[in-house]
Each structure stands twice: as C-alpha cells, then as structure tokens.
C-alpha cells in the first residue's frame, strides 16, 4: 500500500475517532429546522432562505426542498432568517438557538402578493464570489466586465483560473481541470474545448462553480477538480425571460447575442436558451529558436514571426420542458445543439541565421483553415422521491460531435522559384452515450448517496494529407491516417455524510473501470496497429468540518483523482502548425493519478485560508521533440512526477457601504521530476492573483475595476511561463424601469495580457511570445421581462427583506 493509502486511511480513522468523542462532549450546536407552506397549508418547493448571523452577515443561501422543508447545523446562538418566493410576501424572522420544546416544529405561513404590487420591481446585487463549503461559486452576471466576454473569457479572471497560451485551463496553478456544463462532462479537450467555451456567451451563464475537492458522487476526473458551468434557467412560474445584445471592438468588431426563455406552471416547466456570436480576431506570434550541438554551442538560428487571423460563427442552443407528474416525481427532456464555424488565415516568415548569426535562407508561408464543430444532445431525467428522506434520480444522454479541419500551407523560397505546398481533410466523429442513478437517503443529521454510471465514447478520426512537388499533387502517406477508438467506464460510488456536535463529516469512496481500444488502419507506407488497455481503481474522498463558532469553521479535505487521456491525444495524427513545427499525438500515453490534501479555515464569508499539497504520478506534460531535418514536433505524455504545495488566501469585504472588494491570491510550489531525452529536474514558485471591486454609485449605477496577475508559472516540464495579467474597467445602468441593464467594459485596458516563455528541445531552445485581440471596448444591452420578482437558486428572492434586516 502506498503512502497515499495510508494517508487517507490515518485520516479517516482520526475522523472516526473524532467525531464519536466530540459528539459526545459538544453540546453547543444545534440544528435550526423548519418547513414553508403557502395560503393553503401546502409546502413550498424551492422557497430561497438567507440565514444572517446576529451581526447581519449572510451565512447560508439554499432552497427548501420538495415537502417545503429547511435545516442546518449551527452553533448556539441569534440568527435572522428571511424567506421568499415568486409571487409571495418575503418573511423575516429571528430566531435564538437551541430551540425551545414549542418552536421545535416551526412552521413559516408565506402570504400570496397583492395584485396591486405586480408592478413593483424588487432588486438586489448579487455578491460577485461566494464561498460555500467546498466550492467557490462565480455570479457571472454581477460583473459588468463580463459584458460582451465568452465563457473562456470569464474563466481567464475567475479565482484561481490560468489558460494557458494552447488553451489548457488550470486551478490553482494544477493543469487538467474537469469542465462541465450544467453538470455534464464536454468528453472535449485541447483546441476543440476552446473552441466551445470562446464560442459561448457569457449572457447565456448564470454561474461558474470551482470545485476543487469534489466528493464521491462526482466523476473522478480531474486531478484540479471540476469546472461546472451552470447556464440560466429560471425558476419563477409563468412566462419570463431575458434577451442580450453586445458589441465589442478590439483590432477588430465581435458580438455576443443571447436569449433565455421561461414558462412554468405548477404542471410544467419549458425553457430556450439561444445564442448567437461573432468573433473576429488575430494573433502575432514570434518564436526565436535556437539550435545548439551536443556541446550546446548555437550552430543555427530560426527567427518565426507568424500573424493569424479567423473568424467565427457561432450558435448554441438548448431547450427542455419538465413534467410535473406529481409532487414526489418529475421527468424531463432536454435537447442541446451547437454549431460553430471558423475560418482562419495566417501568413509567416520564417529566416535561416548561420552560426555568426548571418542570414542564410528563408521561406514565406501563407495558410488557410477551415474549421467546423457540430453538436446535438438529448437529455432524459426523472426525479422521484419516495417519502420526505428517499429520493432517486436518473439520468440518460446521448452526444454527436461532428468536426471537420481542413487546413492548406504554400510555402515559397526566397530567391528561389522552389514552391512546395500541403493540403489536409481531418474529419472527425464523436458519440458518447452516458446513464446514471443516484439514490439519496436523509438521515437525521445528514445523508447517504450511492449511484452508478457508464459512459460509452466512440470516436471515428480520419486524416487526409497531399502535397505539392512541383508539378502534380501527390498523397502524402506519411500524414495521413485513420483512427477509430472505442472507450467504456463503469463507475460505482457510496458516500456518506454526518454532523455531530460542532462537526460535519463526510466520505467516499468511488470505483471507476475503464477499457479502450484503437485501431490505426494501414497505408502503402505503413501497417496497420491495434492497441487495446483495461485498468480499474478506487477513488476514495473524504472531509471534516469543524464549526468552532459562528464566525469560524475549519475543513480538511482529502481524496484520490485520476486523469485519462484525452481520446483526441491518443490519436496518433500529424497535425502541421507550420514547415518546422508539427503537433502529433501518443497512442501510448497513461492515466495519471494524484492525491490531494487541503486545510482551510474561514472566517464568516470574509476570509478564507487554504493550505494544499498534491502528488501527483506519471505526469502530464506536453513533450517538445526535434528530428534529424529539425522539425519540431508538440506531443504529450507521461514524464514522471509533479509534487505542489500551496497557499492561498480569498477576501471579500465590503469596505464602504458602495465599495465592495473581493480578492483571491495563490501561492504554490511546484517540483517537476521526469524523463524525456534524459532526467529533468524543475521546480518553480508561482503565484497568481485575482481582484474584483464592485463601486455601487447609486441606485442606478454600478462601476467595477477588476483584473488578475500571473506570476511564473510551469504546467509543462520542458516550457517556463513568463508573468501576465489584465486590468479591466466596467460601468452598468439599469434603465426602464429597472428591466433593462446597460453595460460598458474595456478588458484588458494596457494590453498586457500576452503569453511569452521558453522552451528547452533536445538540442535547441526557443522564446516565444503571442499578443492576442484582447483589448476590447464592449457594449451590452439586457432586457427582462414577465414577472419582475427574481427568484434564483443562489441569491433568493427575499433581497429586500434581507436590506431591511441589514439596515
């Protein structure tokens, strides 16, 4: 058993053995209870409750559940509560813990709005951050610089997120994030996972949850966790919804359009999210390599300046209505479509220096790309509760991805009539199917969970290469190929949680089973191959809480991950990025597998302290290779070991009653250990920090100043990242009558969010530095209509009786 193990298993014996002493002894907590009915007695589902402590600062924000009913553990003490639902007065109560015999069944009568109030307009801001047990959620709406911006760009300045210059996102300075969209995998990687979240708009999104340590009920992938992207659905019955318009300009003009749809009845739900964007942008490059012999002495030299520039077309849509059949069951459909079409040209010069750094040749290379992603989903579920502590779910989807690349370079010679050229078609398809049940038992004081979960992906990839000699096209065997994968996880999980006394504890343990196999078929150059693989593991997680008082609580968080390779990077294609620099992948790449350990500490919702550490096995990392004619090649593999310590501090405090300022700042240490031509050794201290001040200037206007800062930072083991950062402005109005928002941003004001590093090659080195289109002035519009009392899940419906309790 590895140390991992015995960690872990120390950890739960301690957390056994804690909390059968301390529920003995602790007996200044309690348990606040109550159930929310309307006019007729009948409960209230998804009523939203705010619970303040006796200073008036918000504790807890949730939903009662399908029999109206409420509850959580707190320590001794006063605490305001204020409930509301759409079309209900808000009800604002004090209560005093622990309950007397008489208020230990609280019932809370909610008094249907008068008629003469349908036009009566209740606000209040959203807190941009919030800190919850285990995550940290992004109101994406509460940030006027998000006007205009896509998902990609909302994650850029997000706590603790880095994307990185090929588009890898990382949290907490740890690469292969999980991403999810309404809590679904995207099965998406690389370059086709950019390509989706720069082609959604941000308007479409309500938030963006960071789950660093996910429980057993989540998929074990992910070794920095989960990214889950919830996109707006209202809750509110009858018809409402919102539409969106932004234009931005940076070189060059983008738009983000959205509309959301909504009609509920106490018998159905339906919903359309729409959205349309164009985005048209550029990037200059320049790469500066070096090549070096055995002695590492610069025997030449490849100076690259590389402008691209494209243009998307993109559209997403996702619609579904539910069926109330009953008040214990629900079943729904869902139905998700996306098309994205982008087109791209680039133009390069690529010049020779000999060893005394004299010009010796060059090349100039002009290409074109075409690339298409289709996608169309379908989602069943059903919800049943058998009785008030019972509940099962499932849940059925089937995916198609349809991609298609076509790419075309000319490359002619200086002072020469040699002209060479390179045609490719890279199609590929994708179909995933998935299905999963999760069974719920409430306890007195918590809950066990228990499911099970298949995926099946089925990928069919095809790659078509000719080139030019001179007089005719010929095929290009050498590139070309064909790949089917196959890939079948099977996945059981059991978890359970449990509070006693001042603790909350919680643990799992997830087994997951995978099997793939790959077929590259045969061309006259080369035989075909098979390779199949099967491996299976447990996945354990577990955390403890402690509520030392009202203002302070302390959690340790424990758990196991693993990372697979992405399907697209077990393809072994060639994919040409210039003459010199080509992008392959790695049949043979490895599951990598980590433990994480964390300790945090917060203090109400102003302060939170987080110490983290991970191992992290048979690393990831992007692999840099070089052959005899000096083309580079991008790869990635498995090199060894990534061991990261870290610290990291998040405060939100409203400094003045119009200035509120949240801030979250990273500090990690991370030592790579690998092989790749020979050992590698490398360590680096990374740091990043993120800030977001909201300045309420009236009630009508709100401006913000935001902006994040990247220190050195290293995801790869050959390839140092350089600092970056971004300083964004933004202004928002609400105007008629308070049902319409305009907004106005600049992100990234002085341009300074460029990627620039170094990368070491068996014999060579390279600088690079890539300047995007991300200064941009944006301009947006909101519109909302139906009824104006706003109930969301997070923020509630009760804000003005939460602004009569605050004063």
């Known amino acids: 058993m590895n140390t991992g193990c015995i960690a872990f298993f120390l950890s739960i014996l301690f957390i056994c053995t804690t909390l059968q002493s301390f529920a003995i002894q602790q007996r200044d907590s309690s348990v606040l209870q109550f159930t929310v009915v309307n006019e007729t007695q009948q409960p209230v589902e998804s009523a939203v409750v705010n619970v303040l402590d006796n200073t008036k600062n918000l504790l807890k924000t949730d939903l009662t559940d399908a029999q109206g009913e409420f509850s959580i553990m707190l320590a001794n003490g006063g605490y305001w509560c204020v409930i509301g639902y759409t079309g209900y007065a808000a009800d604002t109560f004090?209560?005093?813990?622990?309950?007397?015999?008489?208020?230990?069944?609280?019932?809370?009568?909610?008094?249907?709005?008068?008629?003469?109030l349908q036009n009566v307009t209740v606000t209040a801001a959203r807190q941009l951050i919030q800190f919850e047990r285990g995550k940290v959620v992004v109101n994406v709406d509460a940030s006027p610089s998000n006007a205009g911006a896509s998902i990609l760009d909302v994650l850029e300045k997000s706590p603790g997120v880095t994307v990185d210059r090929n588009g890898s996102i990382s949290l907490k300075a740890k690469a292969n994030v999980l991403v999810m969209i309404d809590g679904k995998q995207t099965f998406l990687s690389g370059a086709d996972l950019n390509n989706l979240l720069s082609s959604m708009s941000a308007s479409q999104v309500d938030q963006v949850e960071l789950i660093a340590n996910p429980s057993a009920r989540y998929d074990a992938s992910g070794n920095a966790g989960i990214i889950n992207i919830k996109t707006k659905k209202s809750r509110q019955k009858g018809f409402n919804g919102n539409v969106t318009t932004a234009y931005s300009q940076g070189r060059y003009p983008k738009?983000?359009?959205?509309?959301?749809?909504?009609?509920?009845?106490?018998?159905?739900?339906?919903?359309?999210?729409?959205?349309?964007?164009?985005?048209?942008?550029?990037?200059?490059?320049?790469?500066?390599?070096?090549?070096?012999?055995?002695?590492?002495?610069?025997?030449?030299?490849?100076?690259?300046?590389?402008?691209?520039?494209?243009?998307?077309?993109?559209?997403?849509?996702?619609?579904?209505?539910?069926?109330?059949?009953?008040?214990?069951?629900?079943?729904?459909?869902?139905?998700?479509?996306?098309?994205?079409?982008?087109?791209?040209?680039?133009?390069?010069?690529?010049?020779?220096?000999?060893?005394?750094?004299?010009?010796?040749?060059?090349?100039?290379?002009?290409?074109?790309?075409?690339?298409?992603?289709?996608?169309?989903?379908?989602?069943?579920?059903?919800?049943?509760?058998?009785?008030?502590?019972?509940?099962?779910?499932?849940?059925?989807?089937?995916?198609?991805?349809?991609?298609?690349?076509?790419?075309?370079?000319?490359?002619?010679?200086?002072?020469?009539?040699?002209?060479?050229?390179?045609?490719?078609y890279l199609p590929a398809t994708l179909k995933i199917y998935t299905g999963k049940v999760d069974y719920t038992k409430q306890l007195t004081r918590g809950k066990i969970e228990t499911g099970w979960k298949t995926s099946h992906i089925n990928t069919d990839n095809l790659a078509t290469y000719q080139y030019y000699d001179g007089f005719t096209w010929q095929p290009d065997y050498n590139k070309s190929n064909h790949f089917i994968y196959r890939e079948n996880i099977h996945a059981f999980y059991a978890n359970a949680e449990q509070q006693a006394g001042k603790f909350t504890a919680q643990a799992g343990v997830r087994y997951e089973s995978t099997?793939?196999?790959?077929?590259?078929?045969?061309?006259?150059?080369?035989?075909?191959?098979?390779?199949?693989?099967?491996?299976?593991?447990?996945?354990?997680?577990?955390?403890?809480?402690?509520q030392a008082d009202s203002s302070n609580s302390f959690t340790v968080t424990a758990g196991r991950r693993i990372d697979r390779p992405a399907f697209q990077r077990l393809n072994p294609f060639v994919f040409i990025i210039n003459k010199y620099t080509y992008e392959t992948g790695n049949p043979y790449f490895r599951p990598q597998y980590s433990w994480n350990l964390e300790l945090t500490h917060q203090y109400k919702n102003y302060l939170t302290t987080t110490v983290s550490y991970s191992v992290i096995k048979d690393y990831f990392s992007q692999l840099f290779l070089t052959d005899s004619s000096g083309i580079l090649y991008y790869s990635q593999g498995n090199v060894g070991k990534a061991f990261i310590a870290g610290l990291s501090l998040a405060t939100q405090v409203s400094l003045f009653k119009w200035w509120n300022t949240s801030t979250q700042a990273v500090i990690n240490y991370k030592k790579l250990d690998g092989y790749v031509w020979n050992n590698f050794a490398s360590s680096v201290l990374q740091f990043n920090i993120s800030t977001n001040n909201q300045f309420r200037i009236n009630d009508s206007y709100t401006a913000e100043l935001s902006g994040f800062y990247t220190g050195r930072s290293r995801n790869d083991l050959q390839e140092a990242l350089l600092p970056t950062g971004q300083l964004n402005i933004g202004l928002s109005k609400t105007i008629l009558k308070k049902k319409g928002t305009l907004r106005f941003n600049i992100r990234d004001i002085f341009h300074t969010q460029v990627m620039e590093g170094n990368t070491d090659f068996q014999n060579a080195d390279e600088y690079f530095i890539i300047r995007r289109d991300s200064r941009v002035i944006s301009v947006a519009f909101t519109y909302r209509f139906g009824k104006t009392f706003k109930t969301t899940k997070r923020s509630g419906g009760a804000e003005a009786e939460m602004e009569r309790v605050n004063g």
Do not use: C
Not at 98 to 111: F, M, N, Y
Not at 269 to 290: E, I, Q, W
């Open 94 to 116: 004090f209560v005093t813990l622990p309950l007397i015999a008489d208020d230990k069944a609280l019932t809370i009568h909610l008094q249907p709005v008068s008629k003469n």
């Open 515 to 546: 099997a793939y196999k790959a077929k590259q078929f045969d061309n006259p150059t080369r035989k075909d191959s098979a390779f199949t693989r099967r491996y299976d593991g447990l996945f354990p997680s577990a955390n403890i809480t402690w």
């Open 255 to 424: 738009s983000n359009n959205s509309m959301v749809l909504n009609y509920r009845t106490s018998a159905i739900n339906t919903y359309l999210n729409y959205s349309y964007n164009y985005n048209k942008s550029y990037s200059d490059l320049y790469a500066l390599r070096t090549y070096t012999d055995e002695n590492g002495k610069a025997i030449a030299t490849l100076d690259q300046p590389t402008l691209f520039k494209s243009a998307s077309d993109n559209h997403s849509v996702k619609s579904g209505i539910d069926f109330y059949v009953s008040t214990k069951t629900t079943v729904g459909v869902a139905f998700t479509g996306i098309f994205t079409k982008r087109t791209g040209s680039s133009f390069a010069t690529a010049q020779w220096l000999n060893e005394n750094g004299t010009p010796d040749s060059s090349l100039t290379t002009s290409s074109a790309t075409n690339y298409r992603l289709t996608n169309s989903g379908v989602n069943l579920n059903a919800r049943h509760a058998f009785n008030n502590k019972d509940e099962i779910s499932i849940d059925l989807d089937a995916l198609h991805y349809n991609i298609s690349n076509k790419q075309f370079f000319v490359n002619n010679f200086t002072n020469s009539s040699a002209t060479d050229a390179s045609d490719g």
